[in-house]
């Protein structure tokens, strides 16, 4: 069994390490030469996950037909706004056997479609699934125990991807709501901005689960206008990849947030961040889409508000959590 | 407005100081004299919530009968487990007036009933609250930003009791499924103490997310089964109260899992523990609840063979998270 896995950062870096573990022909593809060179001689990604090394067996490359050629499963790890570009390359390409698998967290601005959407257009391939749901690329890279989802409309698919990469401290669940899957992993990186607002203006836990509690709610509201079940949300590509977001140490839209809590200026932010974090897109997209929508996303509004209207965090935080009073019902709450 | 907290621990200490700022006459009522005569005379409540000062103004009695004496309020704050034995107490006194609200997060054991269960049983007042929600009492004493909500049967008392309530950084919503809240409260202690178990073995925010996942999931199984509405879970009361609990440092149900999986007895800890760790008896009277009721719950269960058969931590651990493969459906989910 053959593996392609595009995208050499952290997120395609661990899974490349995950599915060696199981015994496959691994490939990682980087889109710069300079770098899959550097990789090659160090064998540590010191760039994106340098805890952890690469074992030889796994083969870096930047020659993309060499790279898909008779592969089983290609894995694209690529940020959301660089997805259509890589995959657009492969049009030249055999991969008509592939499953192509999106483990991006992300909306296209403008077009404001899901990745599964984005990479249909382009390639249409006959099987298509997402992996989504709490999975830092650190600690599966360690071997933390991690439970995510895969999704595809095709449950075939969806149950081969999972076969593929089951393993004893990692996880696979099937879920058949792709367009709920998918938009729980991006709608989440907006409100983990919020949350890490709440810890740089120096809140606590109850600030924090009084957002998330607040925050699953717009989510479900938005997917549920555009299709998706609300249990998905609920599941661990919604709420349990919402958590982990915004816990964990290592979450770039949490650490954006504290950031700008404390003062710094998006700008300045974007200039010192070697790796992307999706959310700061993913806001200005789903603005549009609330908008588009008629959907009340009071905290996404929020967090849009600080990134790109420049309004105090403080004062946006009042707003969100003190000057709303209502009654919490289970109708409001679906 | 004469208001009553009877439980002079950290919770009854943070809300009559709360309280207190809104400008009611507020008094603190505690069972053992030698240790209201020491919070008299220091003003802090060293043992339970050191970091602040009590107002003087607060007046702080053993005489329960004068405490409780033409209050408009009279708030719970009493470990479920003397829940009972205190409200019987209140049987001589004049308390129509009264709105009796719980703020306890517990089940009691052997008879199984909800807290607003036991006090009705036993007084059954006109007007019966509760208050619950992501709330730990120092962040609460220091005024960081919470969100909790009132529940009564009865939607006017609700709409009091939020009133009485309402700060500037206290929010409190309100809902009329008091099953519902309740429960959340109380069985959210039980995941807690899992989640204190991946904490002490080394795990992360990924695994901490699945547990969370999961745990609210057979959280709504049992509730549902108790006549609560699914859509409480997803809220303030269930979800946000569940993640506070789970990540804040002053959880002591989170510590006593993460105690145990360090090697600690349950013995030792309980011994050691001068604050009363409300899931531990939880545990017992939830897995009762859940063979009665036959509903499945293997975390809730997995915690209980820890607790009280002596499991060892990770095989729990690895059984929750490693054996068991699904489908993750909108159905399952609910």
């Known amino acids: 069994v053959k593996i392609a896995i595009l995208g050499d950062g952290g997120w395609g870096t661990a899974i490349a390490i995950l599915l060696r573990s199981k015994g496959y022909e691994v490939f990682l593809w980087g889109a710069f030469p300079d770098y899959v060179e550097f990789l090659n001689k ?25 790279v898909v050629k008779d592969t089983t499963l290609i894995v694209l790890a690529i940020p ?9 390359q492969l049009k030249g390409c055999d991969i008509s056997q592939s499953i192509i698998l999106s483990v991006a967290k992300g909306i296209e601005n403008k077009t404001l479609m899901r990745m599964s959407e984005v990479i249909a257009e382009e390639i249409n391939p006959p099987r298509l699934a997402v992996l ?65 607002v709440s810890d740089g203006l120096g809140f606590g836990a109850n600030t924090k689960a009084a957002l998330l509690s607040r925050g699953i709610v717009e989510m479900i509201r938005l997917g549920v206008s ?25 979450s770039r839209n949490r650490q954006v947030g504290e950031l700008i809590a404390r003062g710094k200026k998006l700008n300045q932010i974007l200039e010192e961040m070697e790796m992307v974090a999706e959310g ?23 967090v849009y508000s600080i990134l790109y209207e420049d309004k105090p965090p403080l004062s946006v935080v009042n707003d969100l959590m003190i000057r709303k009073a209502k009654p919490e019902s289970g109708e409001n709450l679906k």
Request: contains cysteine; glycine residues 8%.
């Open 42 to 66: 160090k064998r540590k990604n010191l760039k994106f996950l340098p805890s952890v090394k690469i074992p030889e067996e796994i083969t870096i490359s930047s020659d993309l037909k060499k």
């Open 80 to 88: 959301s706004h660089v997805m259509r570009e890589v995959v657009r």
């Open 132 to 196: 989504s749901g709490p999975s830092h690329a650190e600690e599966v890279a360690r071997q933390v125990p991690t439970a995510v989802v895969v999704s595809s409309p095709d449950r075939e698919v969806a149950i081969q991807t999972q076969n593929i990469f089951m393993a004893e401290r990692f996880r696979v669940y099937t879920n058949t709501d792709i367009i709920g899957v998918e938009l729980g992993g991006a709608l989440k990186n907006v409100v983990a901005i919020a949350a890490g």
């Open 226 to 250: 555009l299709g998706a079940r609300p249990g998905t949300f609920n599941g661990l590509s919604g709420i349990g990849d919402l958590i982990a977001t915004c816990i964990s140490p290592y």
């Open 280 to 302: 700061i897109k993913t806001t200005r997209s789903i603005r549009d889409l609330a908008l588009s929508l008629n959907v009340e996303m009071p905290i996404s509004k929020g």
